[in-house]
Structures are given as C-alpha cells and as structure tokens.
C-alpha cells in the first residue's frame, strides 16, 4: 500500500498498486488490441459477414465488454432510437456489456431481433 500526505498533512491509504511501465504497456497493448478488434467486428455486423444473433449466443472474448448498445447501433437499419426501445422492452441498461447480459435478457434480445 502506498501512503500519500494530502494537502492538509493527513496521510492516507491508497488501494491502487503501482503498476510498473511494461505492466502498463501490456495493458496498453491488450486494449488497443481489443479496440482493433471490436472496430472489425462492428464493421463485419454493418456489412452482414457477421450477424448479431451469433454475437449475442456465443460471444467472442474481446466483446464481453462491449456496451450491447454500442453493437446494436453496428447493425444495419438500427439507430439510436430503434436500439433504446429493444433496450427498453428487454429491460436491459444502455450500459450494461455483452458479458454482463442475464440469462433472460440474452434470450429475450435474441427472440425480438430475430423477428
């Protein structure tokens, strides 16, 4: 633990870890690694090489922290307003991730896209 003197002269805890600089470049790297990756995603759902059913049933890893907001808008003829109401009548957070889905809302978004 790291112990810091604020400006009053306490001094507290920190929780954080210093992360060394190649801990930091490898998160670094794995981030942008992941962006690469969801950017051609994003792009395959737009041009129909990849479908959002198959995203949502069997997600690839680098998605489960993806924004299901952000995916859906990637598919064609789905704008902000058509992706808030599905969002909406499946009860499901504009800012809930792929991951985090429950096994009902998964299901429930499935069945209404698939129509």
Do not use: W
Request: proline share 5%.
């Amino acid at each position: 633990m790291v112990t810091a003197t604020g400006p009053t002269g306490s001094t507290s805890n920190s929780t954080t870890p210093e992360r060394s600089l190649n801990q930091r470049m490898d998160a670094l790297a794995r981030a942008n690694e992941i962006r690469i990756q969801r950017a051609q995603l994003k792009r395959d759902l737009k041009s129909g090489r990849r479908s959002i059913h198959q995203l949502l049933t069997d997600p690839p890893e680098y998605v489960e922290t993806a924004k299901v907001f952000d995916m859906l808008l990637a598919v064609p003829k789905y704008g902000r307003v058509k992706v808030n109401k599905i969002l909406v009548h499946c009860r499901i957070a504009p800012s809930k991730t792929i991951g985090g889905l429950s096994e009902r809302q998964r299901s429930e978004l499935i069945s209404l896209l698939h129509h």
